[in-house]
């Protein structure tokens, strides 16, 4: 299709949102469009907000590509036509809602909240603003087929998305991703929407539900008696103007924690995140006023959620006082071995338990499963997948904890997501249980490196947005796809792994074995050295990620910031001989 016959189509498409079904704002900004940058109304129209295997995500505003009222209600439709379809057999379904603190994050959830209710679906809203977490909890202490949480995680503030929810309270997959996303698209007119909203099937929820939950992760702590001790460790918390800003001290106030510091200006909430570029703790600029917060107070730990609160950036101090973010990769990995260490000091190691990571995330984590005798199970990006593991183990193995480099933790079994609120109470019980051993994070961290190999991980996004950029990312992975490197950095490829087609190729013995895991646009490429490249395409931003993972030995602590160094070095080079 050429430029002017799209535009003609996009125009035809537009047009139709000027009905008498459409409210007198949204009539108004597609006329705006209409008569405006082609470009802009082109990416408005040329195809429905995709409906994928969690839900919705997309920059606000008018249009059938963007996150507005009628996309949301469209989209609900598709889900209620399935849970009545799922469920006929029961007298009754409910579903929980949270949202998070994006601009019409609210609206959104009311909306979703009243088309459920039109349905006779009954529901449970939070009456605030929550951490996604909890929603997952909340589904499953209500007894619900599901639930969605309004929120676009740590993208831009233009943004916002919908994320659907099963009865187990994980993210939805195999087979009901695929049929939801079916039913959602038979709904190809608001026409078809049921919008005349049943009050009395509403129910808010909030503080009660609140008590519940922190009750569960109080019940997660493994050294109380060192809590007490440590009880006035210095932690700077910000929520970043986002969802944990209650949630995540009272958390840390259960465990026994008595001196959190706050960041005033972030715990306003405010989906404009006036005070940070983005909303992402995988980034330092993100944590800048918490680490000033940290210097000017001395602190021990500084922590950063995300807007909707199921992830976490820390920072901690090295031998000179100066404070050192932790990607993904270090914090899970201090995490997970203090958590199993504390399982095995205590006797609760029994020999059937095991953790989950994706593939994505560090080595390490297996290594120090290994080390403690657990399982550790590979699955692909997304804690869904984490559940899913977890919902097929329920009640023959004991699951342990949950781990994505993004920064996304979750230990115990009362949650199906990654969860802010319990990896803080145990990121800070971990500091204390450091502390009390004369030693801090950042020393456990090199220990670690010195006992294992010290691996390095780094992650670099390429940014391509629009119809343009979906068509660069598309052949960027073509490419690789078709044309895979040989050496890179001087090292043979042994092995690449492809979960689109669902092989794997050794290069050595030229064999092809089949990847037991769904399909997924992922490469990966293991070479002879240790190092591993994987390749794939965000599927909530528009952009093309890389994950380098390289490995060495550390022998002294007096090398730890040489090695670290030489090992940067070779990321980067390896990045740079992938032609991207």
Not at 167 to 190: M, R, Y
Not at 297 to 310: E, H, Y
Request: charged share 30%; proline share 4%.
């Amino acid at each position: 299709m050429d430029k002017k016959e799209l535009l003609t189509k996009v125009q035809d498409r537009a047009k139709a949102w000027l009905g008498p079904e459409f409210d007198d704002e949204t009539r108004a900004q597609v006329k705006a469009l209409l008569g405006g940058p082609e470009n802009e109304l082109i990416d408005s129209f040329y195809r429905d907000l995709e409906f994928g295997t969690g839900g919705l995500r997309g920059v606000m505003g008018p249009g059938a590509n963007r996150m507005n009222i009628y996309t949301v209600s469209m989209a609900t439709q598709g889900l209620c036509n399935y849970l009545l379809k799922q469920f006929a057999h029961l007298d009754s379904i409910s579903v929980a809602i949270a949202y998070d603190c994006r601009n019409n994050s609210r609206l959104f959830a009311d909306t979703a909240a009243a088309i459920f209710s039109a349905n006779e679906i009954d529901v449970y809203l939070f009456d605030e603003l929550r951490p996604t977490p909890e929603l997952s909890f909340a589904i499953r202490h209500y007894g619900c087929k599901s639930g969605l949480v309004i929120t676009a995680s740590h993208n831009p503030k233009e943004y916002n998305g919908y994320k659907v929810y099963w009865e187990d309270g994980g993210q939805i997959i195999a087979p009901h991703d695929t049929n939801i996303v079916s039913e959602v698209q038979k709904v190809t007119s608001i026409k078809q929407v049921k919008r005349e909203p049943r009050p009395d099937r509403i129910k808010m929820i909030g503080e009660e539900t609140d008590r519940i939950y922190i009750d569960q992760v109080r019940k997660l702590s493994l050294s109380p008696d060192i809590v007490e001790k440590w009880k006035d460790l210095k932690i700077v918390f910000t929520p970043i103007h986002g969802t944990a800003v209650k949630l995540v001290p009272m958390g840390l106030k259960a465990f026994g924690f008595r001196n959190i510091i706050n960041v005033p200006e972030q715990d306003i909430t405010d989906g404009n995140f006036p005070t940070v570029i983005s909303p992402n703790p995988e980034e330092t600029a993100a944590l800048k006023m918490a680490l000033e917060k940290a210097v000017e107070t001395d602190a021990d730990l500084v922590m950063g959620t995300d807007p909707d609160g199921d992830r976490v950036g820390i920072a901690v101090k090295n031998p000179e006082g100066e404070f050192i973010m932790l990607n993904g990769n270090q914090a899970a990995s201090l995490l997970l071995y203090y958590v199993l260490r504390r399982w095995s000091e205590t006797g609760r190691l029994k020999g059937n338990e095991y953790i989950v990571k994706t593939i994505v995330t560090s080595e390490l984590l297996s290594d120090i499963a290994a080390r403690f005798g657990v399982e550790c199970h590979d699955v692909l990006t997304g804690f869904k997948f984490i559940a899913g593991l977890m919902r097929k183990y329920e009640g023959s193995k004991t699951f342990i904890a949950g781990f994505e480099e993004s920064y996304g933790y979750l230990v115990g079994d009362s949650v199906r997501d990654k969860d802010a609120v319990i990896s803080c109470a145990l990121i800070a019980e971990a500091t204390a249980w450091a502390k009390e051993q004369g030693r801090t994070m950042y020393d456990m961290l090199i220990d670690l490196y010195i006992e294992f190999d010290f691996y390095r991980e780094s992650l670099i996004s390429i940014v391509r947005k629009g119809k343009t950029g979906a068509e660069e990312i598309s052949a960027i992975m073509d490419r690789f796809r078709s044309a895979p490197p040989e050496s890179i950095d001087g090292s043979p490829v042994m092995q690449i792994n492809d979960y689109l087609k669902q092989k794997s190729f050794d290069s050595i013995s030229e064999l092809r074995r089949e990847i037991d895991l769904p399909k997924s646009n992922v490469l990966q490429f293991f070479l002879k050295d240790g190092s591993v490249i994987s390749v794939r395409p965000s599927g909530t931003e528009p952009k093309i990620k890389f994950y380098i993972g390289v490995k060495g030995k550390l022998g002294r602590r007096e090398d730890f910031l040489k090695v670290d160094n030489e090992l940067a070095e070779k990321a980067e080079r390896l990045f740079k001989e992938l032609g991207v």
